[in-house]
């Protein structure tokens, strides 16, 4: 080893003072362990070079995880905020009519949906005055319609939110993903 040092006498200085610096920067460290690793020799294996790398990979993982993570609570509270507005605005009509009017509307706009339906299991249909005086928002179905729907014709115990994937029928419709949701509040 030189007695010399090949850097200027301040930079040493600072380096020594806050060698914390350097260990904080991976950059640096990469270019200082390769530079180690040259000096060695080619027959010459690092295995703790080796371990180095691979815990670096899996911080590199384990942060994109957190990030990741982090987005979701992000999106999760977004959406949670989402839902308390619309049901807010749903809370606030004293009138039915004012009530679908709004969930057709306002409510359907802040869940950013295109359209929203209230289906009442009745023996009445779709073509009764009063149902159609209502609005499109309202429809009324034959009595075991929700069951069926929440089954899919299969026995066992309905789901209280069932979402699944339509296809739209139109041609000339942009392809996207398009679904339908029935939430079943218990009475």
Not at 166 to 171: A, F, L, M, S, Y
Request: aromatic share 4%; net charge negative; glycine share 6%.
């Amino acid at each position: 080893m030189s007695g010399t040092p090949e850097m200027e006498d301040k930079l040493r200085e600072r380096i020594i003072a806050q060698p914390s610096v350097i260990l904080e920067d991976q950059d640096l460290m990469r270019a200082l362990i390769a530079a180690n690793e040259r000096s060695m020799g080619n027959n010459i294996v690092d295995l703790r070079g080796i371990a180095m790398e691979r815990l670096e990979a899996r911080l590199d993982r384990l942060e994109d995880t957190h990030r990741s993570v982090i987005a979701a609570a992000y999106d999760n509270l977004a959406g949670t905020n989402q839902v308390h507005r619309a049901i807010l605005r749903m809370l606030d009509p004293v009138e039915f009519e004012v009530f679908l009017r709004d969930l057709g509307g306002e409510v359907a706009d802040i869940l950013r949906v295109d359209s929203m339906k209230l289906v009442l299991e009745t023996v009445q249909d779709d073509s009764d005055p009063t149902i159609k005086r209502l609005g499109n928002v309202l429809s009324a179905a034959e009595p075991g319609f929700v069951r069926n729907y929440l089954t899919d014709g299969r026995n066992g115990t309905p789901r209280q939110v069932t979402l699944r994937q339509i296809h739209e029928q139109e041609p000339h419709c942009i392809p996207s993903r398009v679904y339908e949701a029935l939430i079943v509040w218990p009475h």
